[in-house]
T-cell receptor, first 112, second 113 residues
Framework: TQLLEQSPQFLSIQEGENLTVYCNSS?????LQWYRQEPGEGPVLLVT?????EVKKLKRLTFQFGDARKDSSLHITAAQPGDTGLYLC????????????FGTGTRLKVLA | DSGVTQTPKHLITATGQRVTLRCSPR?????VYWYQQSLDQGLQFLIH???????AKGNILERFSAQQFPDLHSELNLSSLELGDSALYFC????????????FGEGSRLTVL
């Protein structure tokens, strides 16, 4: 059972376009992180959100944690070819479960 | 360089065989996580160790087992291999038991023929 569903699964856009990736769950997460993975490498952390409703910005990337801490979104403004990669949300359910699960992934391709 | 080392990087073996994947976490990190990634999909959580003790199990098959040694390195043992076990296996480490950034190794690509 995949507890973190991401949408869309695939996204191919032109350079300069905006996009939003969603990460949804029916479970509450104590914190949520976004990672980006490039081919042949392990995922690398982009951001951590902890508080419901929290918004964080990283240059052209804006991350939001849902008020109920069950969902999150990643918005990219004016996408560039360097943004191409696999975007993964990941969450810790807390409460002593010690499981750290990843979403289904969104593969983004930005065309020049 | 994340500081997490995984060996081997590539492994080709036959069905029915057994392999061991090794992970050395970042210096000072007590938590080690193992994940399986198939065909550029998301990562499936397998197991989590903290300071030598198993803390959580995910979708890990009974044919698979893992352990974390006193020096904090970890091994993932895969036995009675099947074609469907072909995947990238990632190890990640972090300092705390349930918080903080995960640092990933480059993965071990297993091909079962």
């Amino acid at each position: 059972t995949q507890l973190l569903e991401q949408s869309p699964q695939f996204l191919s856009i032109q350079e300069g376009e905006n996009l939003t990736v969603y990460c949804n769950s029916s479970s509450v997460f104590s914190s949520l992180q976004w990672y980006r993975q490039e081919p042949g490498e392990g995922p690398v952390l982009l951001v951590t959100v902890v508080t419901g409703g929290e918004v964080k910005k990283l240059k052209r990337l804006t991350f939001q944690f849902g008020d109920a801490r069950k969902d999150s979104s990643l918005h990219i403004t004016a996408a560039q070819p360097g943004d191409t990669g696999l975007y993964l949300c990941a969450g810790s359910m807390g409460g002593g479960t010690y499981k750290y699960i990843f979403g289904t992934g969104t593969r983004l391709k930005v065309l020049a | 360089d994340s500081g997490v080392t995984q060996t081997p990087k590539h492994l080709i073996t036959a069905t029915g065989q057994r392999v061991t994947l090794r992970c050395s976490p970042r210096s000072g990190d007590l938590s080690v996580y193992w994940y399986q990634q198939s065909l550029d999909q998301g990562l499936q959580f397998l197991i989590h160790y903290y300071n030598g003790e198993e803390r959580a199990k995910g979708n890990i098959l009974e044919r698979f087992s893992a352990q974390q040694f006193p020096d904090l390195h970890s091994e993932l043992n895969l036995s009675s291999l099947e074609l469907g076990d072909s995947a990238l296996y990632f190890c990640a480490s972090r300092t705390g038991v349930d918080t903080g950034e995960l640092f990933f190794g480059e993965g071990s690509r297993l091909t079962v023929l």
